[in-house]
């Protein structure tokens, strides 16, 4: 059965804090000084059927948390993980009967690059990513979904740190022309690259919108036996309609263990993806 995953976490928390008149800031920060924006977001997905949903941690690594906040990567992958808990509870506690979902850490790339294109050494990257795993580890999660990384050896060293935590892997790449990333992996060298690490899923994300990010999971299926994750875009330019997009992914549900969507989505994507799953 297919695990259906939550969409869009940024752009959905700026529309929301715009339609507050909350200011905008990075949206790691809203899980502390705003958890109530937070929670309200989980509760939208939870509410529109997602078996999974994801902490707001996407871009909290070191080097971003120390250019824009005052807060360790410690405390906010504490305050988004308890935003993410609260919300759960809080939707089981009115619907007795509601299935638990479970929270995934969402976990990005660096925006600096590693040696030798960028600055960042291959093991300051392990002890960046050591300590975001670690800190989610030790508030008992057990998934982690490594997103839109566009260099394979980033996401290797990543994807190395979190199997040694035990977590249950997923990872994500991004794609741009050719169906290569933006550091020029093909999706035949990915898989057989984390298949050698032990991951649990691969796949994309972002990227693009659904038509094109189709054929992407189609070239994975021929390269991999490996579970594939699939969250594309809600489009490119012009964005599909919730109704749109779930038609669009359609042809490929079948290839997928996990679905989902990504930036410009919420719930009404999932509400359509649960919608297409059941039937």
């Known amino acids: 059965m297919t695990k259906l995953m939550d969409g869009a976490c940024g752009s959905l928390l700026w529309a929301m804090a715009e339609e507050r008149g909350i200011e905008r800031k990075p949206t790691w920060v809203y899980s502390i000084e705003e958890p109530e924006l937070v929670r309200d977001m989980h509760l939208r997905y939870i509410a529109a059927g997602a078996d999974m949903i994801q902490t707001n941690t996407f871009a909290v690594n070191r080097p971003s948390v120390e250019r824009s906040s005052k807060y360790t990567v410690a405390e906010i992958i504490r305050a988004a993980v308890e935003c993410a808990r609260v919300a759960v509870g809080s939707y089981v506690a009115d619907h007795p009967e509601a299935k ?22 291959e093991e300051e990257c392990e002890e960046y990513y050591e300590e975001i795993v670690s800190a989610a580890a030790g508030e008992g999660i057990g998934t982690v979904a490594l997103e839109t990384f566009m260099d394979i050896e980033m996401m290797k060293i990543a994807a190395a740190v979190a199997k040694k935590h035990g977590m249950k892997t997923l990872c994500s790449m991004t794609f741009e022309a050719r169906h290569r990333t933006m550091m020029g992996n093909r999706i035949e060298d990915i898989c057989e690259e984390l298949e050698e690490i032990g991951v649990d899923a691969v796949g994309m994300n972002c990227s693009t919108g ?21 969250k594309p875009n809600s489009g490119m330019g012009e964005l599909y309609d919730a109704k749109k997009f779930a038609q669009e992914v359609a042809p490929v549900l079948p290839l997928v263990s996990y679905i989902g969507s990504c930036c410009g989505s919420d719930e009404t994507y999932t509400e359509e993806l649960r919608k297409l799953i059941e039937g």
């Open 100 to 121: 638990l979902p479970e929270i995934y850490l969402s976990c990005g790339p660096l925006t600096q690059l590693l040696e030798p294109y960028g600055d960042v050494t």
């Open 210 to 230: 659904p038509v094109e990010a189709a054929e992407i999971i189609r070239e994975y299926a021929e390269n991999t036996k490996l579970p594939l994750y699939f």
